[in-house]
Nanobody, 123 residues
């Protein structure tokens, strides 16, 4: 199984970025997908999750209303559209997959992880 995250970079506060995560080696429709982030010196934090069908999403409290997760089953890819970015959003962003039906916020409940992509938001 491989999860390949991309799209990170440097952006000014108030700007936007779109992250992508391409999955291979698994049956994509059977997996809940999620985005997590980890800033230096902090624990890994749940950002967003999306159900297997794409009909249901869930967001961390600190990003709700600014970030949108989506998935494209034809491309085995998920996305994270990030708007109104803040310096506090600076972190390495990881995509993850879990076999199951529930969107969970605990990183220990995810089975596969991508390598991470760095997002830096300057003030």
């Amino acid at each position: 199984v491989q999860l390949q995250a991309s799209g990170g970079g440097l952006v000014q506060a108030g700007g936007s970025l779109r992250l992508s995560c391409s999955a291979s080696g698994l049956t994509f429709r059977n997996y809940v997908m999620g985005w997590f982030r980890q800033a230096p010196g902090k624990e890994r934090e749940f950002v967003a999750g999306i159900s297997r069908s794409g009909d249901s999403t869930n967001y961390g409290d600190s990003v709700a209303g600014r970030l949108t997760i989506s998935r494209d089953s034809a491309k085995n890819t998920i996305y994270l559209q990030m708007n109104s970015l803040k310096p506090d959003d600076t972190a390495v962003y990881y995509c993850a997959a879990r076999a199951g039906s529930a969107i969970l916020g605990a990183h220990s409940r995810y089975d596969y992880w991508g390598q991470g992509t760095l997002v830096t938001v300057s003030s």
